[in-house]
């Protein structure tokens, strides 16, 4: 079955706490990326990546960092969490042309205390 | 710079009634316009696109959107809602940039069907 998988779906920190989301995909997506949702903005991409090792700041990149060093995998690193990261998390995957669709993962819904 | 508008943020109607969401964009080029539900708990998922061609165009579920340039509008309907389709809904609009292609969300309604 065609997905994108995020792990952890909850995760409680605190303030300065390194953590990791993880997400995987196994359509062999070129296109992979970072959303973040929070009530009334709507989804606001982070980070996306075009390929492996090719990365790219999104809209709201601070305080994140990712990597892609294979195809299916794309991390998600907050070094030093803090509050104002506390948000539901999304990962998606599409293939390299420009009309593909989007597919989602289930979500992360992080608080950081 | 490309933006999507949903004026409202919360819809409620009753179960069998017809479903109107709105959604405003603003884009200089022919616009690529999606809509997406997200059910509680769960990830985003597509429910229909417009890139170009019949402005009225059908999606999963029963839903349906039509592309109006004159209004910069890309409404989604329905003519008969179900209990199951509580949930939150996103309109986004493709935007290219440095040879890249990303969905610019809005801000989301979230639909309460009352039985």
């Known amino acids: 079955e065609a997905q994108v998988t995020q792990n952890p779906r909850y995760l409680i920190t605190v303030t300065g706490k390194k953590l990791t989301v993880t997400c995987s995909q196994n359509m062999n997506h070129e296109y992979m990326s970072w959303y973040r949702q929070d009530p009334g903005l709507g989804l606001r991409q982070i980070y996306y990546?075009?390929?492996?090792?090719?990365?790219d700041k999104g809209d709201v990149p601070e305080g994140y960092k990712v990597s892609r060093k294979e195809k299916r995998n794309f991390p998600l690193i907050l070094e030093s969490p803090s509050p104002n990261q506390t948000s539901l998390y999304f990962c998606?995957?599409?293939?390299?042309?420009?009309?593909?669709?989007?597919?989602f993962g289930s979500g992360t819904q992080l608080s950081v205390l | 710079a490309q933006s999507v508008t949903q004026p409202d943020i919360h819809i409620t109607v009753s179960e069998g009634a017809s479903l109107e969401l709105r959604c405003n964009y603003s884009?200089?080029?022919?616009?690529?316009l999606f809509w997406y539900v997200q059910s509680p708990g769960q990830g985003l998922q597509l429910l229909l696109k417009y890139f170009s061609g019949d402005t009225l165009v059908q999606g999963i579920k029963g839903f349906e959107a039509e592309f109006k340039r004159s209004q910069s509008s890309f409404n989604l309907r329905k003519p008969s809602v179900h209990w199951s389709d509580a949930a939150e809904y996103f309109c986004?609009?493709?935007?290219?940039?440095?040879?890249?292609?990303?969905?610019?969300f809005g801000a989301g309604t979230r639909l309460a069907v009352h039985p």
């Open positions: 998606a995957s599409r293939g390299a042309a420009a009309n593909e669709k989007l597919f």
């Open positions: 986004a609009v493709k935007k290219s940039s440095g040879g890249y292609n990303k969905l610019i």
């Open positions: 990546s075009m390929n492996v090792e090719v990365t």
């Open positions: 884009y200089g080029a022919t616009p690529y």
